[in-house]
């Protein structure tokens, strides 16, 4: 089982000019959609190491919290972080436990929900396809798959992530193009191995090694642990410097005779270490590694140390990494799986339109009470539903038709083709956007010139409302309503507003989209003190999950509703279905799905009478889309919603 090590040390330069070359686009997507939240970064041996550097820079860019984690941890958390993103590492795409904790993750919805594999055409990215809010981010290793330990696969991972999140926090510095710059300067990969080599020869004639590290470089002294653990190269214990001080001293006083220390230290930690350091008994083999600044990239540099070190520990000791040799208990033991439910305890739990509604809540209180009443209230909102004979139908844009992944593309096809279907039978169809002219140019390019006549576009959050074949609509005119006028300019003059934001100014609409490393919810706060101070401004704000958009007053996309019965001649009292995604307030999408008879894609209200969301677990955004539009049974120019048909079959195998 597995290669020689010294094959796979041989190939990193190799696997990093291929991650630095690699185009980075889904992931820089992924980061920055997770950039508003805390992460959880996911890893099973080897690949654990990954998931610490993932939340190390995690932590680093965005100053959220991150934390590292197992698949049986997730999976016996019972956790529901909603708001929270998750990134999953697995090489070869095959692992169980990894498997399994997808499967339990996916249908809980989280905020972004990320797999990275170092191969295509993988058993996770099957199971990712199922579900379009994923993100699956492949990255073929130009060596072929790892042996026995995560080598190559690590690199390639650290490296197209530390990419990823410096090109959306706006990292200024050029990336190295080969290993040799990114680790010597003016050296090769030779010369920095066998520096390291030299340098730590002696650690390996004590069988225990004690690393002590500075927090930053916790990635590489989890892979030192790892390394020499799954390989048997010796017993290894890891602790940052005051933890160290804890107790943990006494290892040194009782086993020192048995044991050295590696130190893995960058610059805010370098006074500490060396006093710690000084006071150990002078017998004992102790090997400083000085890794500057401490920076992400000083980080990355720790870990590609971890992986040769443990290719040179190997060499003293006779062992190699690389094929270690796997026991036969060993191997069971591997493949009993977590043996824990994944998707199954979710659904069998609470299903999932209750689950969505219940979170707005908090989770803490349900009880077979509070889930019998929902249950009830479901039942009736879906019978009233498909009840209902509907006149029209409006549509959100952003995160309805058309999912973040694809804002500069446009919707996908299966999407135009379903509302030309709908457009076809003669049924109305309206857009609220809060975008502007761009939403015009990606209809026009994607729904045939024929039916342009039978969109109705409200851009700007409803403030300018028309069809899609009419070319003086959104106007370019670059007069600002007279209550806007104070904002704007006291927007623009306030420092702390374009440090953290920038804004673009519509008519009747100010829309503010924060900086990757900004919290929505901190520029939301002082776009809220700063229109207090203004009052008596009756303006309002409204969000969505990357932007604020400030309102004149009456602004809404109810606008949309009353101008499509009237451009259709449709009676006053019509009955039009919503569709959005941002139903909880403040979302942009609030007005509009308080309406009866709507649903959502993504978040919902509160409310038991409306903006529910039906779609099956997992369904979010277009998917879900897809699932109502399904659903849909047209008899000339209206239609019903046959509920029981939303989402029939999204999870056959």
Same mark, same amino acid.
Request: with cysteine; net charge neutral; hydrophobic share 40%.
């Given at each position: @089982?597995?290669?020689?090590?010294?094959?796979?040390?041989?190939?990193?330069?190799?696997?990093?000019?291929?991650?630095?070359?690699?185009? @980075?686009?889904?992931?820089?997507?992924?980061?920055?959609?997770?950039?508003?939240?805390?992460?959880?970064?996911?890893?099973?041996?080897?690949?654990?190491?990954?998931?610490?550097?993932?939340?190390?820079?995690?932590?680093?860019?965005?100053?959220?919290?991150?934390?590292?984690?197992?698949?049986? +941890?997730?999976?016996?958390?019972?956790?529901?972080?909603?708001?929270?993103?998750?990134?999953?590492?697995? *090489?070869?795409?095959?692992?169980?436990?990894?498997?399994?904790?997808?499967?339990?993750?996916?249908?809980?919805?989280?905020?972004?929900?990320?797999?990275?594999?170092?191969?295509?055409?993988?058993?996770?990215?099957?199971?990712?396809?199922?579900?379009?809010?994923? =993100?699956?981010?492949?990255?073929?290793?130009?060596?072929?798959?790892?042996?026995?330990? *995560?080598?190559?696969?690590?690199?390639?991972?650290?490296?197209?992530?530390?990419?990823?999140?410096?090109?959306?926090?706006?990292?200024? +510095?050029?990336?190295?193009?080969?290993?040799?710059?990114?680790?010597?300067?003016?050296?090769?990969?030779?010369?920095?191995?066998?520096?390291?080599?030299?340098?730590?020869?002696?650690?390996?004639?004590?069988?225990?090694?004690?690393?002590?590290?500075?927090?930053?470089?916790?990635?590489?002294?989890? +892979?030192?642990?790892?390394?020499?653990?799954?390989? *048997?190269?010796?017993?290894?214990?890891?602790?940052?410097?005051?933890? #160290?001080?804890?107790?943990?001293?006494?290892?040194?006083?009782?086993?020192?005779?048995?044991?050295?220390?590696?130190?893995?230290?960058?610059? =805010? =930690?370098?006074?500490?270490?060396?006093?710690?350091?000084?006071?150990?008994?002078?017998?004992?083999?102790?090997?400083? &590694?000085? #890794?500057?600044?401490?920076?992400?990239?000083?980080?990355?540099?720790?870990?590609?140390?971890?992986?040769?070190?443990?290719?040179?520990?190997?060499?003293?000791?006779?062992?190699?990494?690389?094929?270690?040799?796997?026991?036969?208990?060993?191997?069971?033991?591997?493949?009993?799986?977590?043996?824990?439910?994944?998707?199954?305890?979710?659904?069998?739990?609470?299903?999932?339109?209750?689950?969505?509604?219940?979170?707005?809540?908090?989770?803490?209180?349900?009880?077979?009470?509070?889930?019998?009443?929902?249950?009830g209230r479901l039942k009736l909102f879906s019978?009233?539903?498909?009840?209902?004979?509907?006149?029209?139908?409006?549509?959100?844009?952003?995160?309805?038709?058309? +999912?973040?992944?694809?804002?500069?593309?446009?919707?996908?096809?299966?999407?135009?083709?379903? @509302?030309?279907?709908?457009?076809?039978?003669?049924?109305?169809?309206?857009?609220?956007?809060?975008?502007?002219?761009?939403?015009?140019?990606?209809?026009?390019?994607?729904?045939?010139?024929?039916?342009?006549?039978?969109?109705?576009?409200?851009?700007?959050?409803?403030?300018?409302?028309?069809?899609?074949?009419?070319?003086?609509?959104?106007?370019?005119?670059?007069?600002?309503?007279?209550?806007?006028?104070?904002?704007?300019?006291?927007?623009?003059?306030?420092?702390? &507003?374009?440090?953290?934001?920038?804004?673009?100014?519509?008519?009747?609409?100010?829309?503010?989209?924060?900086?990757?490393?900004?919290?929505?919810d901190n520029v939301w706060s002082l776009l809220?003190?700063?229109?207090?101070?203004?009052?008596?401004?009756?303006?309002?704000?409204?969000?969505?999950?990357?932007?604020?958009?400030?309102?004149?007053?009456?602004?809404?996309?109810?606008?949309?509703?009353?101008?499509?019965?009237?451009?259709?001649?449709?009676?006053?009292?019509?009955?039009?279905?919503?569709?959005?995604?941002?139903?909880?307030?403040?979302?942009?999408?609030?007005?509009?799905?308080?309406?009866?008879?709507?649903?959502?894609?993504?978040?919902?209200?509160?409310?038991?009478?409306?903006?529910?969301?039906?779609?099956?677990?997992?369904?979010?955004?277009?998917?879900?889309?897809?699932?109502?539009?399904?659903?849909?049974?047209?008899?000339?120019?209206? #239609?019903? @919603?046959?509920?029981?048909?939303?989402?029939?079959?999204?999870?056959?195998?």
């Amino acid at each position: @089982m597995g290669k020689p090590y010294q094959q796979e040390i041989e190939a990193l330069p190799e696997t990093f000019r291929t991650a630095v070359e690699a185009s @980075m686009d889904s992931c820089a997507t992924a980061v920055s959609a997770s950039a508003q939240g805390p992460l959880v970064a996911i890893g099973s041996g080897g690949s654990l190491s990954v998931a610490e550097f993932a939340a190390m820079l995690h932590q680093h860019f965005t100053n959220h919290i991150a934390k590292a984690s197992t698949p049986l +941890d997730i999976l016996s958390s019972g956790r529901k972080d909603h708001g929270s993103s998750f990134f999953l590492f697995t *090489a070869g795409g095959r692992n169980k436990d990894i498997l399994r904790a997808f499967g339990y993750l996916a249908v809980l919805e989280p905020r972004r929900l990320v797999v990275l594999t170092a191969t295509k055409a993988t058993l996770i990215g099957k199971e990712a396809s199922r579900f379009q809010y994923v =993100d699956n981010v492949e990255i073929p290793l130009p060596c072929g798959k790892d042996g026995f330990l *995560a080598t190559n696969s690590l690199l390639a991972f650290s490296t197209i992530l530390l990419r990823a999140y410096e090109q959306v926090f706006g990292t200024s +510095d050029a990336f190295p193009n080969t290993l040799d710059q990114f680790l010597l300067p003016g050296g090769t990969f030779a010369e920095f191995c066998d520096d390291l080599r030299n340098r730590c020869n002696r650690l390996w004639e004590r069988e225990n090694l004690v690393v002590l590290y500075s927090p930053r470089m916790i990635s590489a002294a989890r +892979d030192l642990e790892s390394r020499f653990t799954e390989a *048997a190269l010796g017993p290894t214990q890891i602790a940052d410097f005051r933890h #160290f001080a804890h107790g943990r001293h006494h290892w040194l006083a009782k086993r020192g005779s048995t044991s050295s220390v590696i130190a893995l230290v960058n610059k =805010d =930690d370098e006074v500490l270490a060396n006093k710690t350091l000084s006071l150990f008994p002078k017998d004992i083999p102790v090997t400083k &590694l000085d #890794f500057g600044v401490g920076s992400p990239r000083d980080a990355l540099k720790a870990l590609i140390s971890s992986i040769v070190l443990a290719g040179y520990a190997g060499l003293s000791r006779g062992i190699d990494p690389g094929r270690p040799g796997v026991p036969p208990f060993g191997r069971k033991i591997y493949n009993l799986g977590p043996l824990t439910k994944g998707r199954e305890q979710f659904e069998t739990t609470i299903c999932a339109p209750i689950e969505r509604k219940l979170s707005g809540f908090g989770s803490n209180g349900i009880n077979e009470g509070v889930l019998k009443t929902w249950s009830g209230r479901l039942k009736l909102f879906s019978k009233q539903l498909q009840a209902q004979l509907f006149h029209g139908l409006i549509l959100d844009y952003d995160g309805t038709i058309c +999912d973040d992944r694809c804002r500069f593309t446009g919707p996908e096809q299966g999407i135009v083709k379903m @509302m030309a279907s709908l457009l076809r039978s003669g049924v109305p169809v309206g857009i609220a956007t809060g975008r502007g002219e761009s939403v015009r140019a990606d209809l026009r390019r994607c729904i045939p010139s024929r039916f342009w006549g039978r969109v109705l576009i409200g851009y700007h959050n409803g403030s300018e409302i028309a069809l899609l074949s009419d070319d003086s609509q959104p106007s370019a005119t670059e007069v600002v309503s007279e209550s806007l006028v104070a904002l704007v300019k006291a927007f623009e003059n306030d420092t702390r &507003l374009r440090e953290i934001a920038k804004s673009s100014v519509s008519e009747h609409q100010i829309s503010i989209r924060p900086h990757p490393a900004v919290p929505l919810d901190n520029v939301w706060s002082l776009l809220q003190e700063m229109i207090a101070r203004a009052t008596p401004l009756h303006v309002r704000m409204v969000r969505s999950s990357h932007s604020i958009d400030v309102l004149a007053p009456g602004i809404s996309k109810l606008s949309v509703v009353s101008s499509l019965r009237t451009t259709f001649s449709l009676k006053a009292d019509a009955v039009v279905l919503c569709i959005g995604d941002r139903g909880r307030w403040p979302g942009n999408d609030y007005d509009l799905l308080s309406l009866p008879h709507s649903l959502s894609v993504d978040e919902v209200s509160t409310s038991s009478e409306t903006c529910w969301n039906l779609a099956p677990p997992g369904h979010r955004g277009s998917q879900a889309l897809v699932d109502y539009l399904n659903a849909i049974r047209t008899d000339g120019r209206e #239609f019903r @919603m046959v509920v029981s048909e939303i989402g029939r079959g999204a999870h056959e195998r």
